[in-house]
């Protein structure tokens, strides 16, 4: 079984640019998770999705960030303009059912993204 | 106050020695627990389940202490290999809520 896979695993970009990050979730997985972890600081939630529904977007720092599951498949996090603050790990992870706790969260390598 | 708190660490120890961390929670709607281990540059990866009764998995030993609204691991006879960072995870599921600690960093010295 295919893993949680995001895309590109690194990316570095000049302040003012746009990135797109993607995450294919494990197939099946209904739940779809964004996180970041900046350097230093804690991971910290960004939205869930639950199919192509934003379940909770409160993590969302501000409205630079756009994040889209069409089809409720891949899941896209666009960050345009970047800053320099955006800089870190976005964590994508997928779950199959949250409720059950026996197979909680899922989560790919992670795109590390640098803003210069 | 974070919402779950853990002692970043780090804790530097000798090759087979016994160590435990804890992680506090505030919230007593939180559900359900986990630990997660993260290596270095790589993402996090789940290292067990948390239940109310306790359970063991090798040489790692989670507990569950909702009354004081904790949980713990506890890592015997360690190994280099256990190097990494501890993350705590605790679920609402009511509120969909996924919340992190900001983890504990092990080392282990030959």
New interface residues.
């Given amino acids: 079984e295919a893993g949680v896979t995001q895309f590109p695993s690194h990316s570095v970009i000049e302040k003012g640019q746009t990135v797109t990050l993607r995450c294919d979730p494990i197939s099946g997985h209904d739940n779809l998770?964004w996180?970041r972890r900046v350097m230093g600081?804690?991971?910290?939630?960004l939205l869930?999705f639950?199919k192509e529904s934003k379940?909770?977007e409160s993590g969302m720092p501000n409205n630079r960030f756009l994040a889209e599951r069409t089809g409720g498949t891949y899941s896209t996090l666009k960050v345009q303009p970047a800053e320099l603050e955006d800089s870190g790990v976005y964590?994508c992870a997928s779950s199959q059912d949250?409720?059950s706790?026996?197979n909680?969260?899922?989560?790919?390598?992670?795109s590390r993204l640098t803003v210069l | 106050r974070k919402e779950v708190e853990q002692d970043p660490g780090p804790f530097n120890v000798p090759e087979g020695a016994t160590v435990a961390f804890n992680c506090t929670y505030s919230n007593s709607a939180s559900?359900?627990f986990?630990w997660y281990r993260q290596d270095c540059r790589?993402?996090?990866?789940?290292l067990m389940?948390v239940y109310s009764s306790g359970n063991e998995d090798g040489r790692f030993t989670a507990q569950l202490n909702r009354a004081s609204q904790y949980i713990s691991l506890l890592i015997r006879d360690s190994k280099l290999s256990d190097s990494a960072t501890y993350?705590c995870?605790v679920?609402r599921?009511s509120?969909?809520?996924?919340?992190?600690?900001?983890?504990t960093r092990l080392s282990i010295r030959p």
Avoid: N, R
Avoid at chain 2, 42 to 46: A, D, F, I, S, T
Avoid at chain 2, 95 to 103: L, M, N
């Fill in positions: 998770y996180y600081k804690e991971i910290k939630f869930h639950v379940q909770d964590f949250l409720a706790g026996a909680v969260l899922t989560f790919g390598a992670g | 559900q359900s986990f790589k993402e996090p990866k789940l389940s993350l995870v679920l599921s509120a969909s809520k996924i919340i992190f600690g900001s983890g």
